[in-house]
T-cell receptor, first 112, second 114 residues
């Protein structure tokens, strides 16, 4: 089965700085890579996703890059704000397979 | 839309008791998922349904766990008998065919088994 590894497990950044979270996956058949944000006491919420036919996708302050050859993908948050503090999860799945395999999560803390 | 609705939000029970968690997916979504979240194991997929039919239950840990989806608007996850190691947050999520992994999660049920 798919194995997704996520680093770092915790990340503390100064407000306004950038944050980068990296994930690797094992199954070369995986072609869908979403990122979820989980705030305290809530369920994970999809914030951005990328499919294997593109290498990069951006939505305002967040962007995701994908390197299929190396089997890794990353989340970039620019100009971080206090409301970006949360746990972020990467995930992967193969086409037509609704079984998402999640990374272990990264706790991001934005210091004011 | 009110989103995915789960009940109860918190459940405290004693070992050996039966626990039933409930979920109402988003109207029109044809996939429903049950996940369990713990510090040690992260987010684990327990089972998922498509059009009320269980597709993959390979993540269900033991026979003590069972899930049903009698109709498109309701699903249950039952644990009988419950054990302390079942303590976790259980999430229900739903999605629409064609959106791949675009899951919409509910707020979760925090289960504590004493």
């Amino acid at each position: 089965g798919e194995n997704v590894e996520q680093h770092p497990s915790t990340l503390s950044v100064q407000e306004g700085d950038s944050a980068v979270i990296k994930c690797t996956y094992s199954d070369s058949a995986s072609n869908y890579f979403p990122w979820y944000k989980q705030e305290l006491g809530k369920g994970p919420q999809l914030i951005i996703d990328i499919r294997s036919n593109v290498g990069e996708k951006k939505d305002q302050r967040i962007a995701v890059t994908l390197n299929k050859t190396a089997k890794h993908f990353s989340l970039h948050i620019t100009e971080t704000q206090p409301e970006d503090s949360a746990v972020y999860f990467c995930a992967a799945s193969a086409n037509g397979d609704y079984k998402l395999s999640f990374g272990a999560g990264t706790t991001v803390t934005v210091r004011a | 839309d009110a989103g995915v609705i789960q009940s109860p939000r918190h459940e405290v029970t004693e070992m050996g008791q039966e626990v039933t968690l409930r979920c109402k997916p988003i109207s029109g979504h044809d996939y429903l998922f049950w996940y369990r979240q713990t510090m040690m194991r992260g987010l684990e997929l327990l089972i998922y349904f498509n059009n009320n039919v269980p597709i993959d239950d390979s993540g269900m840990p033991e026979d003590r766990f069972s899930a049903k989806m009698p109709n498109a608007s309701f699903s249950t996850l039952k644990i009988q008998p419950s054990e302390p190691r079942d303590s976790a947050v259980y999430f229900c999520a739903s999605s629409l065919a064609g959106t791949g992994g675009n899951l919409v999660f509910g707020p979760g049920t925090r289960l504590t088994v004493l």
